[in-house]
C-alpha cells in the first residue's frame, strides 16, 4: 500500500499490526505530526487543532485532521478513510461516531 510519496507501507503497517496483537493491542492512535506523515505521506501543521491516524487490528486506518485539509489528505495519497471536522464541532463525537 504505498500512497505517491511513499509511505502507509504494507509492511510497516503489517508489522504494527503484528505488534499490536502481540500486545493484545486492538487500537493505535497516532498523534504525532512527523508519525503521522511517515505513516500517511500527508504533512500539515495543525496548530491548536486534532490530527491523527487511527490503525486497528482488524479494519482499515483512519485519518483524522481539519476538514480544510482533507482534501490535501487525500492529494498526498491517503486512500482511506478520513474524518474532517469543522472547528465548531467535537472531534471525539465523530470519530465516536465512525468506530
Given at each position: 500500500?504505498?500512497?505517491?510519496?511513499?509511505f502507509?507501507?504494507?509492511?510497516?503497517?503489517?508489522?504494527s499490526?503484528?505488534?499490536?496483537?502481540?500486545?493484545?493491542?486492538?487500537?493505535?492512535?497516532?498523534?504525532?505530526?512527523?508519525?503521522?506523515?511517515?505513516?500517511?505521506?500527508?504533512?500539515?501543521?495543525?496548530?491548536?487543532?486534532?490530527?491523527?491516524?487511527?490503525?486497528?487490528?482488524?479494519?482499515?486506518?483512519?485519518?483524522?485532521?481539519?476538514?480544510?485539509?482533507?482534501?490535501?489528505?487525500?492529494?498526498?495519497?491517503?486512500?482511506?478513510?478520513?474524518?474532517?471536522?469543522?472547528?465548531?464541532?467535537?472531534?471525539?463525537?465523530?470519530?465516536?461516531?465512525?468506530?
Amino acid at each position: 500500500m504505498h500512497n505517491e510519496r511513499g509511505f502507509f507501507n504494507g509492511s510497516t503497517f503489517t508489522k504494527s499490526r503484528i505488534v499490536a496483537k502481540e500486545k493484545n493491542v486492538e487500537t493505535a492512535f497516532i498523534s504525532s505530526t512527523e508519525n503521522v506523515f511517515y505513516l500517511t505521506g500527508f504533512h500539515t501543521d495543525p496548530h491548536e487543532r486534532l490530527l491523527g491516524l487511527f490503525v486497528f487490528n482488524e479494519a482499515e486506518p483512519m485519518l483524522v485532521c481539519p476538514s480544510m485539509e482533507v482534501g490535501q489528505a487525500k492529494e498526498a495519497g491517503w486512500k482511506f478513510d478520513v474524518i474532517g471536522y469543522e472547528d465548531h464541532q467535537n472531534p471525539w463525537e465523530l470519530i465516536k461516531e465512525a468506530t
